[in-house]
């Protein structure tokens, strides 16, 4: 695959469980999504459930 580069995800002593989960929590509650009209899954998902 030319032009293309492969970082490796963990070195040394990162704590690759807690780096997924914080990504996780970033991606869900902080990251506002076009398709969710500018709301975080969670503020759409908490607004379905009211």
Same mark, same amino acid.
Do not use: W
């Given at each position: 695959? /030319? %032009? @293309?580069?492969?970082?490796?995800? /963990?070195? %040394?002593?990162?704590?690759? &469980?807690?780096?997924?989960? &914080? %990504?996780? @929590?970033?991606?869900n509650c902080?990251?506002?999504?076009? /398709?969710?009209? %500018?709301?975080?899954?969670? &503020? /759409? ?6």
């Amino acid at each position: 695959m /030319a %032009g @293309r580069q492969f970082i490796p995800l /963990a070195q %040394g002593d990162v704590d690759l &469980e807690a780096k997924l989960d &914080e %990504g996780g @929590r970033f991606y869900n509650c902080s990251r506002p999504h076009g /398709a969710r009209n %500018g709301q975080t899954p969670y &503020e /759409a998902l908490r607004d379905k459930l009211q």
